[in-house]
């Protein structure tokens, strides 16, 4: 299949290989991460890695791109989701006669959920490719991971269609959401998916009436399509989402991780500053003196709220400035000068 040739239409796609990807395996840059393009660009490219002793130095434009993008920084949360995905694939994987159990990832803002949730796919999506290469003659052989967003006053109609683009199902407007559902249902089982990743599922008011035949949607999805289901949203355990009857059936399945702001000490350890020290030590500024950030652990804590996401676009403002400024170093003063994080 060439990169550029129409997709056929869902149901007599007998491939492997999802719809619409090109037969170089690659993506242009502007294909975003929910679509396969996207997402199998994401995967497949080695993210940032901070600098070792023994390389030469960067550029300050690679300094730049590489504070911008950074690396990401393993949280408890990541970890918890991490080890849940794979035994609920485990668990999941021989279970023909109802719904797999799925995860629901919920937490304020800001908290590191969007992060874990690409973390684990793309870990998901790369151990899939070592245990099952490719086939001879072909790019690549399957899609195990997928990637929707809710979009915005999401109906039943609307959400399915997100699926369909991930891989590139050609969705008619004649088309109704019966016919939308099949297409995907084939198309994934044929694309090998095993893993689904919903993100801002909190956009999802069962409360109305579209937002009520969506989850309706979701439920169906999970009971037809052999995958593990990943959930994520701001409060969700809050929202109409998993209260009431369609909300019991759905958090009836689901495990809870919760990605929320981490304590500045639990016990005898101290969690948000280990972390403020891991991301210290990721740092490429020329001048930065070991140990300045773990410091004003107690400041960057009632700052952010403990919320890795704020704390992480902090940090890496703070350094993107101090380059550009020609400090190569983060003080309290590059920090206070930061707004909006």
Known sequence: MVKNARPRP?????????????????????????????????ATTDPPAPPRPEDPPRSLEERLAYHSAFVTIRTPAISQLAT???????????????????????????????TALLHVGRACHLAHARKNPAPPGSAHGAAPVAYVL???????????????????IPVATRMTQTQITDAVCHTYTQAGVQLVLIDEIHRLNP??????????????LTERLPATFVYAGINVTD?????????AQLAGRATLI????????????????????????????????????????????????GRIGSLTRLIRQAAITAIHDGTERITKTTLDAVRGS
Request: proline share 10%; charged share 15%; net charge positive.
């Open 207 to 220: 409360r109305t009436t579209t937002g009520a035949q969506a989850a309706d949607l979701l439920k169906d």
């Open 84 to 114: 849940q995905v794979r035994t609920l694939m485990v668990l999941g994987r021989h279970q023909q006669t109802t719904a797999r159990p799925s995860l629901i990832v919920t937490g304020p803002a800001a908290a590191g959920k969007t």
């Open 239 to 247: 929202t109409p989402l998993f209260t009431g009857t369609r909300g």
């Open 258 to 305: 919760t990605c929320g702001p981490l304590p500045a000490r639990h016990g005898t350890r101290q969690p948000f500053r280990d972390v403020i020290t891991d991301i210290e030590n990721a740092l490429d500024l020329t001048h930065h003196r070991p140990g300045t950030l773990p410091r004003h652990a107690p400041y960057l804590h009632q700052r952010t709220a």
């Open 10 to 42: 869902a149901p007599q796609n007998t491939s492997s290989a999802p719809i619409g990807t090109g037969s170089n395996n690659t993506a242009e840059p502007s294909w975003p991460l929910t679509t396969w393009q996207g997402w199998h660009r994401f």
């Open 150 to 168: 809710v979009p915005p006053g999401a109906t039943a109609k609307t959400l399915v269609t997100e699926f369909a683009r991930y891989l590139g």
